[in-house]
Antibody, heavy 120, light 108 residues
Framework: EVQLVESGGDLVQPGGSLRLSCAAS????????MSWVRQAPGKGLEWVAG????????HYADSVKGRFTISRDNSKNTLYLEMNSLRAGDTATYYC?????????????WGQGTLVTVSS | EIVLTQSPGTLSLSPGEKATLSCRAS???????LAWYQQKPGQAPRLLIY???SRATGFPDRFSGSGSGTDFTLTISRLEPEDFAVYYC?????????FGQGTKVEIK
């Protein structure tokens, strides 16, 4: 069974940092592009960042560029999101999602999400 | 950035009725790279339609997608109780990837 499991969500103060992880199983991880998508409480979906299978190509939403870093460790089948200079507006459930193949296209598979709360 | 506008915001219908959801793009979506997702309360989104009209695995044929360019439609021919949810469109033809704001299909 293909599965994505996020972890690392927590309560953090404004200006703080956090690292999210997404463990993948049941797929050849290195052959899939991956993304992070977030959803603020009661709101819609927002794509945050994406990375291709080899880890050499990354893209970010303007809202997080310069503050967040997406990366992956294919030997551990794990995707990461390093979040710095966190703001209240970053409060959301963060989902990792696998694309169809090695391109940032449709989001074929989603994890269950991890909640990040930015508050003092 | 391509802005996707979904309408209506909320659709109140009864089981057995037909649902028609609209997604309009601020500029043409290349290659009709338009997807729809279904999200139920407390759950992650789930891919429903891709390439504007191809149905994802696990969804019945009462769900159909259509459209091209800037205008896309998701149709649910006869609503079943499990279809009441929020539906999002998303384009993957250009960066950044963007979503519509969602349409909630609720029981009337």
């Amino acid at each position: 069974e293909v599965q994505l499991v996020e972890s690392g969500g927590d309560l953090v103060q404004p200006g703080g940092s956090l690292r999210l992880s997404c463990a993948a199983s049941g797929l050849v991880f290195s052959t899939y592009a991956m993304s992070w998508v977030r959803q603020a409480p009661g709101k819609g979906l927002e794509w945050v960042a994406g990375i291709r299978g080899g880890g050499d190509t990354v893209h970010y939403a303007d809202s997080v560029k310069g503050r967040f870093t997406i990366s992956r460790d294919n030997s551990k089948n794990t995707l990461y999101l390093e979040m710095n200079s966190l703001r209240a507006g970053d409060t959301a459930t963060y989902y990792c999602a696998a694309h169809y193949g090695d391109y940032l296209n449709r989001f074929d598979l989603w994890g269950q999400g991890t909640l990040v709360t930015v508050s003092s | 950035e391509i802005v996707l506008t979904q309408s209506p915001g909320t659709l109140s219908l009864s089981p057995g009725e037909k649902a028609t959801l609209s997604c309009r793009a601020s500029q043409s979506v290349s290659n009709n790279y338009l997807a729809w997702y279904q999200q139920k309360p407390g759950q992650a989104p789930r891919l429903l339609i891709y390439g504007a009209s191809s149905r994802a695995t696990g969804f019945p044929d009462r769900f159909s997608g259509s459209g091209s360019g800037t205008d896309f439609t998701l149709t649910i021919s006869r609503l079943e109780p499990e279809d009441f949810a929020v539906y999002y469109c998303q384009q993957y033809g250009s960066l950044p990837r963007t979503f519509g704001q969602g349409t909630k299909v609720e029981i009337k």
